[in-house]
């Protein structure tokens, strides 16, 4: 662990010097399983469930208004951080902790998926899918926007993201534990040269 700490460490070094300015207004972006409804008070997991969505508000406007639906899978098992945006309102990433099992109607499977959107898309769009391995939980990026982390809580790490552009890719995965401490939630330092991540089943968090 101390060895992945330190490659982290230094991928945060790395971008923590980089400037990005913050757009005037906000954005809300809310991701919405369709796959589990409660029914008198049970969750219960929807037969044939339609496609999970994002939807993205301007808060802005006055009234706030929806200026987009669209389609992006979700989990409503993941935390409410399972979803990200970087501050120049330029991307939004939405982790996804399920999925339909296509073999049996009514029931998921855990999901490693993170959804990329690009908000300044007309409409907003999924441009790209970023498969972290392990349950997918929650998200966090940094303030200068270039570096995201994962909880993947199934295989107890945290996958590191680059943010270039509109360009995300995986450079890296930092073990947390073994497979039972499940990491779930990421959250950068305002300096972004420290993350902590909260670790669901033994009540710790990790200092990266």
Not at 109 to 115: A, F
Request: proline share 8%.
């Amino acid at each position: 662990m101390r060895r992945g700490s330190a490659t982290l460490a230094g991928w945060l070094l790395a971008v923590a010097s980089t400037a990005t300015a913050l757009s005037a207004g906000q954005l809300v972006v809310s991701s919405n399983d369709r796959k589990q409804a409660l029914v008198n008070g049970i969750v219960t997991q929807i037969v044939n469930p339609p496609p999970d969505t994002a939807t993205i508000i301007d808060l802005g406007a006055r009234p706030p208004r929806i200026i987009a639906e669209i389609p992006a899978p979700g989990g409503v098992t993941g935390p409410p951080q399972a979803v990200a945006i970087t501050r120049d309102r330029r991307l939004a990433l939405i982790a996804s902790s399920t999925r339909p099992d296509p073999a049996t109607p009514g029931r998921s499977l855990p999901n490693d998926v993170v959804s990329v959107i690009d908000l300044q898309a007309t409409p907003p769009t999924v441009i790209a899918t970023v498969h972290v391995g392990g349950r997918a939980g929650g998200v966090s990026i940094n303030r200068a926007g270039t570096l995201a982390l994962v909880g993947t809580r199934s295989d107890g790490g945290v996958a590191v993201l680059r943010i270039a552009g509109t360009t995300v890719t995986q450079v890296g995965k930092v073990t947390i534990c073994e497979n039972d401490c499940d990491p779930s939630t990421t959250a950068f330092t305002p300096d972004g040269h420290t993350a902590l991540v909260t670790r669901f089943n033994d009540h710790k968090v990790s200092v990266l």
